[in-house]
C-alpha cells in the first residue's frame, strides 16, 4: 500500500548548522507533498509545500526538494536555531481532489545551544 | 488565518464510556477530518467528511463514528472507550481541490487518557 517514510526518528544538530530531514514516498502517482512541523503540545503547521511538477522550491530559511526518479522528498534547513525543535512530517497526495494527506512517521528535530 | 478548534485539551475516560470529542473550524472549510496520533506512528486517518452529513472511513475507523451536522463542526465519537484508544486525536479542516488548497489546518489536539 501506499506509505510516506522519514528515514531517521530523530536529527540532532548544532545551533547555526544546517539541516536535512528526508522522506520516502512510495506513490509515484502523488503530484503534492507538504511537510509539516508539530511543537510540543500543538499541532502541526504547514512549513512549505511542492508540487510533482517542480524540483525544488524555497521559503524563508527553508528549501524542499523532490526528487521524483527515486521518491525521495527533503527538507533543508538554514542555521538551525532553537525554535526549530519540533517534529517534521512529510505528506503526500496519494491523488488529485480528494483532499486526503498521507503522512509519514515524524523526525525529531533536536537543536544543541 | 483559519482556526481550528477542539472542545478539551486534556481528557480522561474510564473504560466503557462514551466520549465525545469536539471540532470547530471558522473559515467555511468543506472538508474536515479527524487523526490519532501515536508515537512511532505518525498521524492515522479515522474518519474524514466532504460536506455536511456526509463522512468517510478512513484507515482505522473501527471503534469510532463521526457527526457532521453542520459544516463548521466535526465530532468524533467512541462508543464505548477502550484503553487502547488512548492517544493524541487531532482534528484539521482543508478547502476541496488539489494543490495549495489541499494544505489541512489543523487544532491542537486532545490528549484523551482511557482508564
Known amino acids: 500500500g501506499e506509505s510516506v517514510g522519514l528515514h531517521l526518528p530523530t536529527l540532532s544538530v548544532q545551533e547555526g548548522d544546517n539541516s536535512i530531514i528526508n522522506c520516502a514516498y512510495s506513490?509515484?502517482?502523488?503530484?503534492?507533498f507538504i511537510w509539516y512541523k508539530q511543537e510540543s503540545g500543538k499541532g502541526p503547521q504547514f512549513i512549505i509545500d511542492?508540487?510533482?511538477?517542480?524540483d525544488k522550491r524555497q521559503g524563508q530559511r527553508v528549501t524542499v526538494l523532490l526528487n521524483k526518479t527515486v521518491k525521495h522528498l527533503s527538507l533543508q534547513i538554514a542555521a538551525t536555531q532553537p525554535g526549530d525543535s519540533a517534529v517534521y512530517f512529510c505528506?503526500?497526495?496519494?491523488?488529485?481532489?480528494?483532499?486526503?494527506?498521507?503522512f509519514g512517521q515524524g523526525t525529531t528535530l533536536q537543536v544543541k545551544p | 488565518d483559519v482556526k481550528v478548534t477542539q472542545s478539551s485539551r486534556y481528557l480522561v475516560k474510564r473504560t466503557g464510556e462514551k466520549v465525545f470529542l469536539e471540532c470547530v473550524q471558522d473559515?467555511?472549510?468543506?472538508?474536515m477530518f479527524w487523526y490519532r496520533q501515536d508515537p512511532g506512528l505518525g498521524l492515522r486517518l479515522i474518519y474524514f467528511?466532504?460536506?455536511?452529513?456526509?463522512?468517510e472511513k478512513g484507515d482505522i475507523p473501527e471503534g469510532y463514528s463521526v457527526s457532521r451536522e453542520k459544516k463548521e463542526r466535526f465530532s468524533l465519537i467512541l462508543e464505548s472507550a477502550s484503553t487502547n484508544q488512548t492517544s493524541m486525536y487531532l482534528c484539521?479542516?482543508?478547502?476541496?481541490?488539489?494543490?495549495?488548497?489541499?494544505?489541512?489546518?489543523f487544532g491542537p489536539g486532545t490528549r484523551l487518557t482511557v482508564l
Open positions: 467528511s466532504y460536506d455536511v452529513k456526509m463522512k
Open positions: 511542492i508540487r510533482s511538477n517542480m
Open positions: 473559515m467555511d472549510h468543506e472538508n
Open positions: 505528506a503526500e497526495t496519494p491523488s488529485s481532489n480528494t483532499g486526503k494527506l498521507i
Open positions: 506513490n509515484s502517482a502523488s503530484d503534492y
Open positions: 484539521a479542516s482543508s478547502l476541496p481541490g488539489s494543490g495549495r488548497y489541499n494544505e489541512q489546518f
